[in-house]
């Protein structure tokens, strides 16, 4: 049964990639939509996938030593959605620097959101996709990747509102 299921994976990944170079990661674009992510994303068996650690925001600016405690573990010690996105993206941006990728190279993206009380408890999608489409999408960095968003109950760290991971792909 199992060598079974193995032939059939084989043969799937034989017939999704005929056609394509080997050297190619095709992102297939949703139909009729201008939306910024991929509906898929086909990564080649030649290529090394990169996993990147789920992170958030850094502080936008350093805390008062008397209430870094309180303060730090706030929204206000982050920013808004958009705000704590582009930081989180920026973050991610750089670690991907640092292993010789760049945000073009991301091909699946995980987000995690919490609500906003200054939203009534609501995620802030439209804040969430300014930050976004900073990174995404734009005539500097056209690939997009297959993504994922999430309205999570809190985050590791209370002032989060945003966290994000992505896989990369090394060509």
């Not at 043969?11 to 939306?35: C, M, W, Y």
């Not at 987000?111 to 990174?135: N, P, S």
């Not at 760290?157 to 090394?170: D, K, Q």
Request: net charge positive; glycine share 8%.
């Amino acid at each position: 049964m199992m060598k079974q299921f193995s032939i059939m994976c084989l043969l799937a990944g034989i017939i999704a990639t005929q056609g394509v170079s080997a050297e190619e990661v095709i992102r297939h674009k949703i139909p009729n939509s201008d939306f910024p992510i991929a509906l898929a994303v086909e990564v080649p068996a030649n290529k090394t996938l990169v996993f990147v650690s789920g992170g958030g925001p850094v502080p936008i600016a350093a805390a008062d030593k008397a209430t870094s405690a309180v303060s730090a573990n706030t929204p206000a010690a982050f920013g808004n959605t958009r705000t704590q996105t582009v930081s989180t993206l920026t973050k991610i941006q750089n670690d991907l620097k640092r292993l010789g990728l760049d945000m073009k190279d991301v091909v699946k993206m995980q987000v995690f959101l919490v609500g906003d009380a200054e939203l009534k408890g609501e995620m802030d999608f439209a804040g969430f996709m300014e930050g976004y489409k900073q990174f995404f999408g734009t005539a500097k960095q056209p690939n997009l990747p297959a993504r994922s968003l999430v309205k999570v109950a809190g985050l590791v760290n209370p002032g989060w509102l945003v966290e994000i991971e992505v896989t990369a792909v090394r060509h």
